[in-house]
């Protein structure tokens, strides 16, 4: 009879231990799940906003903000049109880290001679019509150093073309804490360096520039 009742309190000692280890895999897997089948971290809000350039072509901003632990992240979405809105090209999508204030007047360029720019803290579009784009990532070469790129202390400040070919953007390099986040202060990343690179054929090729 005793070693009936031991029995019996180990296996039920073994499927509770199951269903504490399953609970926590279960909400990883549903985790896991929605994020696959949509694409984004549930939980967060979406705020979009339009640019009109002309009768055919406007851009739009999507900006997806949700919070992982402390931090604060922006899925931002830029897009064209050519056809007057009737459909919608992505020229680049990026996942930031601590998100800047983005808008669709100061992130959308018009170069001076018609061509376009689209700016984010992580990567800028380049295109002469509207239509072909050339993209550059912060964790594209060229950069100052060889080592693995860290993304997330990388940002894009500032971009001046004096046309849609020629033109140079600043990459800021900021301090990082012992758990590789960026450290700021007053809302600002505490910065160690920073970079030029330059373009003369709208983007399909970068050189580091003198600082």
């Known amino acids: 009879m005793l070693n009936t009742l031991r029995k019996d309190i ?24 929605i994020v696959a ?27 997806y903000r ?11 979405t830029f897009s064209v049109s ?3 809105g009737v459909s919608w090209l992505e020229i680049f999508e990026v996942d930031v880290q601590t998100p800047k204030t983005i808008s ?4 959308i360029q018009v170069t001076p ?26 964790c594209d070469n060229p950069r100052p150093t060889e080592k693995r790129c860290d993304e997330d202390i990388l940002n894009i400040v500032e971009a001046d073309f004096v046309n849609s070919a020629q033109g140079i ?12 986040e960026p450290v ?10 920073f970079y030029h690179l330059q373009t003369s054929d709208s983007g399909l090729t970068w050189t580091i520039a003198d600082n």
């Open 82 to 84: 050519n056809d007057g």
């Open 184 to 193: 700021t202060e007053n809302g600002e990343p505490v910065l160690v360096g």
């Open 10 to 33: 180990f296996r039920r000692g073994i499927v509770a231990l199951m269903l504490i280890s399953l609970i926590p895999l279960t909400i990883f897997m549903s985790g896991y799940w």
């Open 104 to 107: 669709c007047i100061e992130n």
């Open 113 to 138: 001679d018609d061509g376009y720019l689209v700016l984010s803290q992580k990567s800028v579009g380049i295109s002469q019509d509207a239509f072909d784009w050339h993209i550059h990532h912060v």
């Open 169 to 180: 953007i600043r990459i800021e390099q900021s301090l990082v804490d012992e758990f590789g």
């Open 66 to 76: 949700y919070q992982s632990g402390l931090t604060q992240f922006e899925i931002q």
């Open 37 to 63: 089948q949509y694409g984004r971290v549930p939980g967060g809000s979406t705020t979009t906003c339009e640019r009109t350039i002309d009768d055919t072509i406007s851009f739009h901003i999507e900006k």
